[in-house]
């Protein structure tokens, strides 16, 4: 057909109408599917899939009248729960773009993202009302949607008003509302290195694609039962997990965080036979006394990201959960956030890598001018795929530098082996720069893991008015055992090359990390900034 046929608006919009998958339209048509089977348990409450879709329904008409429409902005300052999950779908099903926003930022924080969100509202969590108030105060916002979750059983004051009587009261119907395939529905904002946040735009079309590379490369199914502790303000629990079992009809266990104790107690309760943590928090559970007086026999898919997993770890829960297969994914926010798995028969024959290319997603390791490097050549990981986000919101320098060229561009480094599968080296920011020579915090770490009595380790550069940046380790020891830097030294000595080896050894009780897992190595910097200076 070479001319380009014409319809008349009415006719245009009611294909668009029959052909819409949007984020909003996943949980009705898995409601339809399975209307009965157990879709969600927070908290006290245990609901079925259509008892959620109903929940959804109330939510969105709620919100639509106190007069959201599609396109403007609600932000969500709250731990997992119960509404938390209501309030992802309904959202989308008005087209209202969800801004979720970490709880471990201050007021003049969040004052920032609300404000550059351009933000009609905000939900909170009750015990972080007065951090809430304090930030709608200094962005200068008044009125529109107040939200109050009571998860502490503590009631709304001023002008919150009870998300639970948004959920459980209202019409049942769905709304009637046209959400194109990349219309935004998630504003992101990225915790990143810089001084202020980038708010990363996310539509239906990124999202799904993304949900079907996350089933199919990931091994999940209807029938998994997962448990989902790490923040849900994050993508990759909400999008890699959460998201993709309510698409798939999978049941969903919440939990407000990752606490060792409560979650495995959970697994046993639950029979939970699907479980995603950052190596960090694999660590916590194999290291709790609950791991091995736990029933944990249900589980049988484990995943990890947000980090490396220390070789030595992974082969310690092989050994320990031998009935649980591990998938490795590794992505960012903007890639929503999947790109790269390591399959569960590739874990030990390619352990420390980030796997390959998911389904809907090419990747390739580039130069500083873009050409594709060589096997065993370190460069910057760039990714082409239907998964990256629409760009930057407000932000058309920074969106530029990144999708420059037509690939997104990680801002990751790292290197590709002679059978295609991705090691990530570094952030180019954790690159230490010592003597001369660049030296990879991720190897060094590898190496000191192998030292018996270490739990977890964290390898940064300081500023050294000779080495320019010096190796710094801060090293865990595991529980009732003693450490000495004398140790340390000597097992360096053996595995590193005498540039690579920690000039400063700190040992701690434990290290600082964010919610979603991730080791903070830029507080490891502030605290240990002095170290060169003394004496």
């Known amino acids: 057909m070479s001319d380009v046929v014409q319809f008349t608006p009415q006719t245009t919009e009611a294909i668009a109408r029959a052909r819409q998958h949007s984020l909003g339209d996943l949980l009705r048509r898995t409601a339809l599917r399975y209307p009965d089977k157990l879709a969600v348990v927070a908290g006290g409450r245990r609901a079925s899939f259509a008892e959620f879709d109903t929940a959804v329904n109330r939510c969105a008409n709620n919100l639509a009248a106190k007069g959201l429409t599609k396109g403007d902005r ?13 309030l992802a779908f309904a959202t989308a099903r008005l087209g209202v773009v969800l801004v979720p926003v970490n709880f471990m930022l201050n007021a003049e924080e969040i004052a920032f993202i609300l404000g550059h969100s351009g933000a009609s509202g905000m939900v909170t969590e009750d015990a972080l009302a007065p951090t809430a108030e304090k930030a709608l105060a200094s962005a200068g916002l008044t009125g529109g949607v107040r939200g109050w979750i009571s998860l502490s059983g503590a009631a709304p004051t001023g002008d919150w008003e009870d998300v639970d009587t948004w959920i459980d009261s209202g019409p049942d119907a769905p709304p009637e509302v046209l959400v194109a395939d990349d219309d935004p529905l998630r504003l992101m904002y990225t915790s990143g290195t810089e001084s202020r946040p980038k708010g990363v735009m996310l539509s239906s079309k990124s999202l799904i694609s993304q949900y079907v590379s996350c089933a199919i490369d990931g091994g999940m199914s209807v029938d998994d039962v997962e448990v989902h502790t790490l923040p849900m303000y994050h993508c990759a629990q909400l999008d890699c997990f959460f998201s993709v079992d309510v698409y798939l009809g999978a049941t969903s266990i919440i939990l407000p965080n ?25 660590i916590s559970l194999l290291r709790h006394p609950d791991f091995d007086t736990r029933d944990l026999s249900s589980l049988r898919k484990g995943y990890y990201g947000a980090s490396a997993m220390p070789v030595e770890v992974l082969k310690e829960l092989s050994r320990r959960l031998p009935d649980v297969q591990f998938w490795n994914f590794y992505g960012q926010t903007e890639m929503s956030p999947l790109a790269t798995i390591l399959r569960p028969h ?7 890598s ?5 389904l809907n997603v090419e990747t390739r390791v580039v130069d500083d001018e873009d050409n594709e490097v060589p096997p065993g050549v370190v460069g910057e990981i760039v990714h082409r795929s239907p998964h990256a986000a629409s760009g930057y919101y407000n932000d058309e320098e920074k969106t530029a530098a990144a999708f420059r ?29 010592t003597g001369g020579e660049n030296v990879a915090s991720r190897e060094v770490e590898e190496a000191l893991y192998l030292l018996e009595g270490v739990a977890e380790v964290a390898v940064f550069g300081i500023s050294h008015p000779h080495w320019i940046e010096a190796v710094t380790a801060v ?16 097992h360096a000595r053996e595995v590193l090359a005498g540039y690579k080896r920690p000039k400063y050894v700190v040992f701690a009780e434990a290290l600082p990390k964010n919610p979603s897992g991730k080791i903070l190595k830029k507080d490891l910097r502030v605290q240990h900034a002095d170290l060169a200076n003394e004496v």
């Open 346 to 352: 590739e874990q030990l024959p390619h352990a420390g």
């Open 475 to 490: 090293v865990v020891p595991k529980q009732g055992v003693e450490l000495t830097r004398e140790q340390v030294d000597a």
């Open 258 to 282: 990752p606490e060792p104790a409560r979650l495995l107690e959970t697994i046993e309760r639950e029979k939970v036979t699907k479980l995603f943590c950052p190596p960090t928090v694999w």
């Open 74 to 86: 609600l932000a969500l300052l709250s731990h997992n729960s119960w509404q938390f999950a209501v």
């Open 405 to 433: 060229n037509g690939w997104f561009h990680s801002g990751d480094l790292g290197v590709v082996d002679a059978d295609g599968y991705l090691a990530v080296v570094d952030r180019k920011k954790d690159m230490i720069k």
């Open 354 to 358: 980030a796997g390959r290319a998911s």
